[in-house]
């Protein structure tokens, strides 16, 4: 089936097409770049946050939206699983993902760590929306050492 | 034997997203006097549709009928990002109220995708309106 292709060369555009006007924007264009990107995650989640949990409502406490998270979102949009859950408890939680599928594509190793960011952006959005949806205001960033894995840091906000 | 049904969306910070008024054939408006209790009675029913979400650790999403006010029962529904859907009704209909929800859910979601609409802003479509008209009708009226 194409459809694993399809998204991830829309993706790749989505970022190509921000970037391509100035190769190279300096501090403010980029952090501009990343907010636009990281929008378009947020609408996304937002609309896959109520259209996902079918038939599934029992989302008692934050682990199990998390879980949801790292499963059923992560098998819709990305056809895998998320590899691993940890969490202090305390409303951190880190999601890692040893082989992320926009990121195989590039490289395997420790070439493009810089530029793994832009590439990132919208998936954080996407944690971020789908969560705010479902109740949870959150802060998201990632941290990559080296391709393809990366890790998402999710930190729930207190109301 | 038909009944008038009242439906309302409320959003996640119990704010109005949605509301109609259904009515059998022959029945006027609603006095105007009265039509202001409506919305009361379905906020009130909101704290009562809370906790029953709170303890009953089920994993429906259509909660029958959550409180009783004079002679109007209030049924809700709650979705997974927790917009609840109730119904006012003065006459027991659980079948075909949970399929009205159900297909007033379809609809939602499929609204919920515009990225022109904004997530717990008042719904204002005639499309959506006159859809959910006709599924009151079929389910409700008939």
Sequence with gaps: MADKVLFEFLHTEMVAELWAPHPDPGPGGQKRSLSILESIGFRVGQALGERLPQETLGFREELDVLKFLCKDLWVAVFHKQMDSLRTNHQGTYVLQDNSFPLLVPMASGLQYVEEAPKFLAFTCGLLCGTLSTLGFQSLVTTSVTSLPACKFQVVIRKP | ?142
């Design chain 2, 1 to 142: 034997m038909s009944g008038s049904f009242y439906f309302v969306i409320v959003g996640q910070q119990d704010n109005l997203v949605f509301e109609m008024e259904f009515l059998p054939a022959g029945k006027a408006e609603s006095k105007n006097g009265y039509r202001h209790l409506n919305q009361f009675i379905a906020h009130a029913a909101l704290d009562l549709v809370d906790e029953n979400m709170l303890e009953n650790c089920s994993n429906n999403m259509y909660l029958k009928t959550v409180d009783k006010f004079n002679e109007w029962f209030v049924s809700a529904f709650v979705t997974a990002g927790h917009m609840r859907f109730l119904m006012l009704h003065d006459i027991r209909r659980e079948d075909e109220i949970k399929n009205f929800f159900t297909d007033v859910y379809d609809l939602y979601i499929k609204f919920a995708m515009n990225p022109f609409y904004e997530p717990n802003s008042p719904i204002r479509s005639n499309a959506f309106e006159r859809k959910v008209q006709c599924l009151g009708k079929k389910h409700l009226l008939s």
